[in-house]
């Protein structure tokens, strides 16, 4: 009976995921991070290979060595090829048993069905979560809360019954998880606060307790330095250069109040937030806030237990370490949200005498939160409807008008783009996507010398920004200084030798310039990482004419 009881429970579970996320299989990439994850990945985009294993597990990849979530996406790509709908109901796939897993800890380790089964509902159908999921590029938040939610089973296992072979079988998730996403780094620390509380290990002693977690703390340690040394390496990281650690503290202070906003009141949620000025009387306030929770909730074990995973889970990314330009994430919310969710699954009973008022309400809240995911999940279908919605319910959205302005663009209607792109660099002049943008708006109406100066503003603003340096060198050409074109886009391709676009470029200057044995090898590069190309195709076929190779460029004409 209580076996069926389970079944049913993760039945109800999974149609209630399907009834809100189905939709998904229709959706499209997105123009963040899908593009450059995805699209202008070919290690990814050819799908999987050992080429790719290689490459994910040796090189440093947008600021992220997270080798496991590359071949699940180049695995992707070898089974249902560039199909975002496919990929993104394998992101659901993961959520559900996700969703699943955290059930089962929780009843292994409560033994209470009812809460335990409320607790996943509500992961599994809260909108703040729908970003993790109905994202291609989120895979990486859904499969590594798969292996920490593998592990954590496993040391509830392991709690009631040690020995050395149930360690390693938390040790062995554990890895996998940090080389899917390094979130997984706070771990030791929840499976600490899980031995005090349900799993009653107290008697053991703190020392002991803490020394069964060294292994695990060592593997964290190493993932966090992998981590601060690839965000830094590839320039992620610029607030940490002009944000004193007062300031990072108040905007930690704030985000933790912001995040439990959120997680009580999901409104005008958005792919992204702009960071905020400081506020130190809001910073105050909200440290005040956190001071009378811990209060409030230090004796009940159970409520502190999920008070102290919400603290302790955002902790890498709450704003202390300033990555990019936002203010918090919905994403970043994935896991910690289930520490709220055991403090309110535990804590409310306790306050009601009457048992039908906890259960009525929480009905109620599963059912208002799976009507307003639904309603968030649409937004995702596309990038103009997502971006449209970011810039509707925030303000100042730089971050949103650009993207918007690239999606509009992407979509033919220039005119619309350009303005979102002004007023991008309006309220943002130092935001560099959005000068090369402009760049391009500027270079598409022949004005290429007025392109050129937005794209050497944007290569100050970001000396890395491939794109940049690969229009700068188009306009360059165009501008008749092939020599110079040559000299940036042999900088685009020191950055990125796979940019077939770059690639393409410099055969066309090396063309013009009559050194046509150098352009066609170029060519057959541009071909090399982007084999559907016409235009490299077509350019090759006539180069090797010109070099009176013509029965060779019979084999690229169509």
Same mark, same amino acid.
């Not at 429970?9 to 963040?32: M, T």
């Not at 709908?85 to 796939?93: F, K, T, W």
């Not at 599963?366 to 309603?375: I, K, P, T, W």
């Not at 279908?381 to 303000?395: G, K, Q």
């Given at each position: 009976?209580?076996?069926?009881?389970?079944?049913?429970?993760?039945?109800? $579970?999974?149609?209630?995921?399907?009834?809100?996320?189905?939709?998904?299989?229709?959706?499209?990439?997105? *123009?963040?991070?899908?593009?450059?994850?995805?699209?202008?990945n070919?290690?990814?985009?050819? @799908?999987?290979?050992?080429?790719t294993?290689?490459?994910?597990?040796?090189?440093?990849?947008?600021?992220?060595?997270?080798?496991?979530?590359?071949?699940?996406?180049?695995?992707?790509?070898?089974?249902?090829?560039?199909?975002?709908?496919?990929?993104? /109901?394998? *992101?659901?796939?993961?959520?559900? =048993?996700?969703?699943?897993?955290?059930?089962?800890?929780?009843?292994?380790?409560?033994?209470?069905?009812?809460?335990?089964?409320?607790?996943?509902?509500l992961?599994?159908?809260?909108p703040?979560?729908?970003?993790?999921?109905?994202?291609?590029?989120?895979?990486?938040?859904?499969?590594?809360?798969?292996?920490?939610?593998?592990?954590?089973?496993?040391?509830?296992?392991?709690?009631?019954?040690?020995?050395?072979?149930? &360690?390693?079988?938390?040790?062995?998730?554990?890895?996998?998880?940090?080389?899917?996403?390094?979130?997984?780094?706070?771990?030791?620390?929840?499976?600490?606060?899980?031995?005090?509380?349900?799993?009653?290990?107290?008697?053991?002693?703190?020392?002991?307790?803490?020394?069964?977690?060294?292994p $695990?703390?060592?593997?964290?340690?190493?993932?966090?330095?992998?981590?601060?040394?690839?965000?830094?390496?590839?320039?992620?990281?610029?607030?940490?250069?002009?944000?004193?650690?007062?300031?990072?503290?108040?905007?930690?202070?704030?985000?933790?109040?912001?995040?439990?906003?959120?997680?009580?009141?999901?409104?005008?949620?958005?792919?992204?937030?702009?960071?905020?000025?400081?506020?130190?009387?809001?910073?105050?306030?909200?440290?005040?806030?956190?001071?009378?929770?811990?209060?409030?909730?230090?004796?009940?074990?159970?409520?502190?237990?999920?008070?102290?995973?919400?603290?302790l889970?955002?902790?890498?990314?709450?704003?202390?370490?300033?990555?990019?330009?936002?203010?918090?994430?919905?994403?970043?919310?994935?896991?910690?949200?289930?520490?709220?969710?055991?403090?309110?699954?535990?804590? =409310?009973?306790?306050?009601?005498?009457?048992?039908?008022?906890?259960?009525?309400?929480?009905?109620?809240t599963?059912?208002?939160?799976?009507?307003?995911?639904?309603?968030q999940?649409?937004?995702?279908?596309?990038?103009?409807?997502?971006?449209?919605?970011?810039?509707?319910?925030?303000?100042?959205?730089?971050?949103a008008?650009?993207n918007?302005?690239?999606?509009?663009? !992407?979509?033919?209607?220039?005119?619309?783009?350009?303005?979102? &792109?002004?007023?991008?660099?309006?309220?943002?002049?130092?935001?560099?996507?959005?000068?090369?943008?402009?760049?391009?708006?500027?270079?598409?109406?022949?004005? &290429?010398?007025?392109?050129?100066?937005?794209?050497?503003?944007? /290569?100050? /603003?970001d000396?890395?920004?491939?794109?940049?340096?690969? *229009? $700068?060198?188009?306009?360059?050409?165009?501008?008749?200084?092939?020599?110079?074109?040559?000299?940036?886009?042999?900088?685009? /391709?020191?950055?990125?030798?796979?940019?077939?676009?770059?690639?393409? @470029?410099?055969?066309?200057?090396?063309?013009?310039?009559?050194?046509?044995?150098?352009?066609?090898?170029? &060519?057959?590069?541009?071909?090399?990482?982007?084999?559907?190309?016409?235009?490299a195709?077509r350019?090759?076929?006539?180069?090797?004419?010109?070099?009176?190779?013509?029965?060779?460029?019979? !084999?690229?004409?169509?």
């Open positions: 009976m209580r076996r069926l009881r389970h079944v049913a429970v993760c039945g109800l $579970l999974l149609a209630a995921i399907v009834l809100v996320y189905a939709e998904v299989g229709s959706h499209r990439y997105l *123009n963040l991070d899908d593009d450059v994850y995805v699209l202008r070919p290690w990814i985009r050819d @799908g999987l290979r050992w080429e294993v290689r490459w994910a597990f040796t090189r440093v990849y947008e600021a992220y060595w997270i080798p496991l979530t590359w071949l699940s996406l180049a695995l992707d790509c070898r089974l249902f090829g560039l199909h975002a709908g496919a990929q993104l /109901l394998e *992101n659901v796939a993961w959520h559900a =048993v996700d969703s699943m897993l955290l059930y089962a800890i929780l009843v292994a380790a409560t033994g209470a069905v009812g809460r335990s089964a409320w607790v996943a509902a992961f599994a159908l809260h703040l979560h729908v970003e993790s999921v109905a994202w291609v590029a989120q895979r990486k938040d859904v499969l590594s809360t798969f292996f920490w939610m593998a592990t954590t089973l496993a040391w509830v296992g392991y709690a009631r019954r040690p020995s050395v072979g149930r &360690y390693l079988v938390v040790l062995v998730p554990f890895a996998l998880g940090l080389l899917a996403k390094p979130m997984l780094v706070t771990l030791p620390l929840v499976l600490l606060l899980l031995d005090v509380w349900p799993l009653a290990r107290r008697d053991r002693g703190l020392a002991w307790l803490v020394a069964e977690k060294l $695990l703390l060592g593997l964290s340690l190493a993932a966090s330095a992998v981590t601060i040394w690839t965000q830094h390496g590839a320039g992620a990281v610029p607030a940490l250069a002009t944000r004193s650690l007062a300031e990072r503290v108040e905007t930690a202070l704030v985000n933790y109040g912001l995040y439990l906003g959120k997680l009580v009141l999901p409104v005008h949620l958005a792919v992204f937030y702009p960071l905020a000025p400081g506020d130190a009387g809001l910073a105050a306030s909200a440290g005040l806030l956190l001071i009378a929770v811990t209060v409030l909730v230090w004796r009940d074990a159970a409520v502190r237990t999920g008070w102290l995973w919400f603290l889970t955002l902790l890498p990314v709450i704003g202390l370490v300033q990555v990019g330009g936002q203010q918090i994430a919905d994403r970043y919310s994935y896991i910690p949200s289930i520490g709220v969710f055991v403090m309110v699954a535990w804590g =409310v009973p306790r306050l009601c005498r009457a048992s039908w008022v906890p259960a009525a309400a929480g009905v109620t599963l059912v208002l939160a799976a009507l307003v995911a639904r309603h999940v649409a937004y995702w279908r596309d990038s103009i409807t997502l971006f449209e919605h970011a810039v509707a319910v925030t303000e100042r959205n730089f971050f008008h650009n918007l302005g690239e999606a509009l663009a !992407s979509a033919g209607r220039r005119d619309e783009a350009a303005v979102h &792109y002004a007023e991008a660099i309006r309220i943002h002049p130092g935001y560099a996507p959005a000068r090369n943008n402009q760049g391009i708006v500027l270079a598409e109406a022949g004005r &290429y010398a007025d392109a050129e100066r937005e794209f050497r503003a944007a /290569l100050a /603003l000396p890395g920004m491939v794109m940049a340096e690969n *229009n $700068l060198a188009t306009a360059r050409a165009r501008l008749g200084d092939y020599q110079d074109a040559i000299a940036h886009y042999d900088a685009a /391709l020191a950055r990125e030798p796979w940019n077939a676009v770059a690639h393409e @470029g410099l055969a066309d200057s090396l063309a013009l310039l009559g050194r046509l044995d150098d352009a066609i090898a170029q &060519y057959r590069e541009a071909l090399r990482w982007a084999p559907e190309s016409t235009s195709r350019s090759l076929a006539r180069t090797l004419q010109r070099a009176g190779r013509d029965a060779e460029a019979a !084999s690229f004409f169509p």
